[in-house]
Every structure is written in C-alpha cells, then in structure tokens.
C-alpha cells in the first residue's frame, strides 16, 4: 500500500518545493506514459503534487507499439468529430477548458481531416514527450513495473496504474490478483498506413464528404464489380487467430473489416465503403462504393485505411487492399494487427473515486478502466489528476453532471449493467433522456446545448474557472 514519505526524503527528492496541507510535498506514481498517465501527470504536477512516472519503453515494447516516445498512437491517428453535436465534440471542449496537455498537443500537431480532429501522430508523442520530461515536478522513469508490489510504488501518497489496454503479462496478472475478478478483454484492430507516393491519383482522388472541393482525404472509388470482388477476397483472406486459451471477442465500435464483411456482402457498402456524399470524377456519377484514405502527417505523405482496422495476416492485407483502384500499387508504411485489450468490471472493482475496493491507494485510469478511445481515455487520466491534485491541496471537486460528456463518461465506470460491463466511447447515450419530445434531426444538437449549459454552470461553481 502506498505510504506517505518523510520530509526528508520530499525535500531531497522534490527541492523543498510546493507542500500539501499536512505539512509533506505529495507524491504520486504513474505507471504507464500513454494519454491518461500523462494527462493525469501533468493535472497533478499543475497541482504542485510531485510525479514519478515509469514508462517501460524502450526497455520493452508492447506487441502494438513500436516508438519510445510517450502517449503513442498506435491506431488511428483521428480524435474524431469536432463541435457540440457530437459527444466527443463535446468532451474535446470540455477537456481543454480543464487545462488538457492531450488537447493542447492534438491543436499543435493537428492535420487536415475535414470535420474531424487527426493528428500528425509522430509531432504529438513528441509534443507530449517534451512537456512531461520538461515539468520540473514529474520525473519520468524509463523501466517495467511489472507488479503492484513493486517497491517503487510503496513509498508515495497514490499510486496510478495507466498502463492501458496493453499492459504487459506479468502487470496485468497483479492487477487481477489484486481485484479478485477474472480478466475480461475485447479484440482491438489496427488499421494501415500506405505512402502517398504509392497512390494511382489517375483512379484516387482528393475530397470530403459533400465537399468535392476539400483535400482532407484521398478517395478510391470502386464500381460494383470491384466492390464485390473486394469483399469475397475479405472472406477468404487468411487472419491471425486468437491463441487457444483466448476467446474472442470484438469492440463493437471497432470491428476489423473482414468482420464487417461477414455480416453481409454489403455491410461495407452502407459502413465506412458508404459512397453518399461524393462523386467519381472520372464518370460524374456517384460510385457503388468508396474507400477513404486519411492522412497521417502534416506533409500528407502517409495515409490511414479509414475503417480498416484487419486482422488478415500480413501478405493477404498486401494482395487484398491492393485489390483497392488506385492502391494496385500501395507502399504499405505499416500493415494492420490484432491485439487484445484488457480492461476491469469497473463497477465492480473501482470505487467512485476510480480507486481499487480490495486495494486503497490504489487508482486505474484510461482504458484499462472500460472507457474506449484515445480522447476518453486521456479525460480519464485528466480527471484522476484533477481531484487527486485538489485533495492533496485541502480541497474536493464535485463530479461533473451527467449531463456533461466528461461526467456522462466517468458515471459510465460506476453504474453496473444488466448484463456484463462493456468498455464504451463517450456518446449521447449514458447522458439522460431529453425532456419532452424533440424531433430527430434536432436531438443531438439538444443534447450539445444541454451539456454545454451544465458544464458551464459546473465549472465556474467547482471553482475550476479562471
């Protein structure tokens, strides 16, 4: 369990710097340098609570990562929707107003991507990395903790395990042994990453979504031929298969295109191939189908398979997305994977505080908790930091109204479900039902009013604004 420091052992590790009000200078551990360990770092060291965060890379890299930088992204490099009318608009607001390090990278390193919020990926680790190894008050460690008794992690005020969804074997054994639930998990896929050069520009073509006028992404158009060779290859590719112990199970939010392709010939055609809103300019007419390439950095040299997350083994991801007009001759910069995520019962194993019941001291967050995606995560992270860093100064921060994406998120991890808990994205759907009956074509935007209004309201009564 977590133990306070002396004074002397603050004052030598911390310089006699900023102190809580029981007289010592707060000490916490992160273990795990992804978006919620930094998040919540940085919430803290704005606290004046002292940080020491262990990452294991480069030591070790999980099957998923392959960068030594901290808060990698190793699936798409999108944040997704942007304003009030999507819930993740909304937690994007919500998170900058908190002071996020994660929102403030995104807007630094942000690249074309339309409506949506991508990032050049490789300048955000670097952002991020930056920032947190410049904190004079976080200190960042490059080693494994590989077990909740780990010596490092007994003499601090908390200890916070945001490992993610990845954490290694031996860590993940200790955090299970620790909160007596047996392991649940869900399969995540990865989606690749092709060179611009590669493209035929004779078949793809620049353009978003009713805007032909755009170049946010690049667009391969598909007659209905080609489309159904396409998914016939799907069906027949070769995939990685679970390892016999592992039983497997997908995010529903994230299913690998060849699991899309199973549930019907044309699921993709009205999934993420949806032609609606474009138009080939090679025919002027709208094509049976269309894939979307979003890019990966500033420069546009590299591309994301939008929607193509794969678990096909690496040379039937070569001869099926070549199969692709205008990919014939694709230059893959990284091929997609399949890897497993591993989360608590949050419910059942967290308190509201997201403290481990059987384990005090003890806190999760990010994804290793159930919420899902890179923003929810980090929002995770941030709001740890937050209330950790206010009681260590004497104070308390009032949960966000559920009304609010952040508090909507958070109130998710608490409320047990009928049936088995189930991670989730932030979304209209764990905020309360709208009063009185509002048409559909205005509900989302009824939704973003509420929130705003709540957390507005919140905020400046929690004492957060300014």
């Given at each position: 369990m977590p133990q306070v420091r002396s004074q002397a052992t603050y004052t030598a590790y911390c310089g006699g710097r900023k102190r809580y009000p029981g007289g010592e200078m707060a000490h916490v551990v992160i273990v795990g340098g992804g978006l919620a360990g930094c998040d919540c770092?940085?919430?803290?060291?704005?606290?004046?609570?002292?940080?020491?965060?262990?990452?294991?890379?480069?030591?070790?890299?999980?099957?998923?990562?392959?960068?030594?930088?901290?808060?990698?992204?190793?699936?798409?490099?999108?944040?997704?929707?942007t304003g009030p009318a999507a819930a993740i608009g909304l937690l994007k607001d919500e998170m900058e107003a908190l002071g996020s390090l994660v929102m403030e990278a995104a807007f630094a390193t942000r690249v074309p991507a339309g409506g949506a919020l991508a990032v050049d990926r490789t300048l955000f680790s670097e952002y991020i990395t930056d920032k947190i190894e410049g904190h004079e008050?976080?200190?960042?460690?490059?080693?494994?903790?590989?077990?909740?008794?780990?010596?490092?992690?007994?003499?601090?005020?908390?200890?916070?395990v945001a490992a993610g969804p990845l954490a290694s074997a031996d860590l993940?054994?200790?955090?299970?042994?620790?909160?007596?639930?047996?392991?649940?998990?869900?399969?995540?896929?990865?989606?690749?990453?092709?060179?611009?050069?590669?493209?035929?520009?004779?078949?793809?073509f620049w353009g978003s979504r009713w805007k032909p006028e755009d170049d946010d992404y690049l667009n391969c158009p598909m007659d209905e031929a080609e489309y159904k060779a396409f998914v016939a290859a799907l069906l027949e590719g070769e995939k990685v298969k679970p390892r016999d112990f592992e039983k497997e199970v997908h995010f529903e939010a994230c299913l690998p295109v060849e699991a899309m392709a199973e549930r019907g010939?044309?699921?993709?055609?009205?999934?993420?191939?949806?032609?609606?809103?474009?138009?080939?300019?090679r025919t002027g007419e709208r094509p049976f189908a269309i894939v979307q390439l979003r890019t990966e950095n500033a420069d546009k040299t590299a591309f994301n398979l939008v929607g193509?997350?794969?678990?096909?083994?690496?040379?039937?991801q070569k001869r099926?997305?070549?199969?692709?007009?205008?990919?014939?001759n694709a230059e893959f910069l990284r091929?997609?994977?399949?890897?497993?995520?591993?989360?608590?019962?949050?419910?059942?194993?967290?308190?509201?505080?997201?403290?481990?019941?059987?384990?005090?001291?003890?806190?999760?967050?990010?994804?290793?908790?159930?919420?899902e995606g890179y923003l929810e995560s980090a929002a995770c992270g941030l709001w740890l930091g937050l209330t950790l860093g206010k009681r260590f100064n004497g104070g308390e921060v009032v949960d966000p109204p559920v009304e609010t994406a952040l508090g909507a998120l958070m109130n998710h991890l608490r409320t047990r479900p009928d049936k088995q808990f189930q991670p989730s994205n932030v979304n209209f759907g764990l905020m309360p039902g709208l009063e009185g009956r509002i048409k559909k074509k205005f509900r989302k935007e009824a939704y973003g009013k509420?929130?705003?209004?709540?957390?507005?309201?919140w905020f400046e009564s929690a004492g957060l604004a300014g």
């Open positions: 770092a940085w919430q803290l060291a704005r606290a004046g609570v002292s940080v020491t965060l262990f990452e294991m890379k480069p030591e070790k890299h999980s099957e998923a990562h392959t960068e030594d930088g901290l808060a990698e992204l190793v699936c798409s490099n999108s944040f997704r929707a008050l976080i200190t960042v460690v490059r080693r494994e903790i590989t077990s909740l008794d780990d010596d490092a992690l007994k003499d601090c005020d908390a200890v916070v993940t054994e200790s955090l299970m042994s620790a909160v007596g639930d047996a392991r649940l998990y869900f399969y995540d896929a990865i989606a690749p990453i092709i060179s611009r050069e590669s493209v035929d520009f004779d078949k793809a010939e044309m699921t993709l055609a009205f999934g993420p191939l949806k032609p609606v809103g474009f138009v080939d300019p193509f997350q794969t678990k096909l083994k690496y040379p039937e099926i997305f070549r199969m692709i007009p205008g990919l014939e091929l997609g994977s399949i890897h497993r995520n591993t989360y608590v019962n949050a419910p059942e194993v967290l308190d509201g505080t997201l403290q481990l019941r059987n384990r005090p001291g003890v806190y999760l967050a990010g994804q290793i908790t159930g919420v509420r929130a705003q209004e709540a957390f507005t309201a």
